[in-house]
């Protein structure tokens, strides 16, 4: 368990290699993506491109764990303190994405809005 690690979208595909090269036998994976908080101001979880970007943050993160962690057999992601309008998980262009290009090993999805279930 790792408590009391703040990460970003963007970093957060180098946690995770970095997992996998120091932890390549865990089977299973539960984190949580907490709304951001900055200081005095919110800052919203989408940017620009908001749906098309987290989704791609989200997609690579996922990716990257089930590719070079072989061992691995569920993948939970909840996401914790988002307000309604600010969800960074757009479950259908996750289901499309994964349909589109799907993971290089079978699996079943469970995606809301709220959180990303993947049993392999």
Same mark, same amino acid.
Request: proline share 6%; glycine share 0%.
């Given at each position: 368990m790792m408590d009391d690690r703040t990460l970003t979208f963007k970093n957060a595909q180098e946690f995770s290699r970095l997992l996998s090269n120091? @932890?390549?036998n @865990? &089977? &299973?994976i539960?984190?949580?993506?907490y709304y951001s908080y900055d200081g005095w101001t919110w800052r919203p979880s989408r940017i620009v491109d908001g749906e098309n970007e987290s989704?791609?943050?989200i997609l690579n993160i996922i990716c990257c764990l089930v590719d070079h962690m072989k061992q691995l057999v569920s993948l939970y992601i909840d996401f914790i303190d988002f307000p309604r309008s600010e969800k960074p998980c757009f479950h259908h262009l996750i289901r499309q994405q994964l349909h589109q290009y799907p993971l290089n090993r079978p699996y079943? @999805?469970?995606c809301s809005a709220d959180s990303i279930q993947i049993w392999l």
């Open positions: 120091q @932890l390549p @865990l &089977k &299973k539960k984190f949580n993506i989704t791609k943050h079943r @999805l469970r």
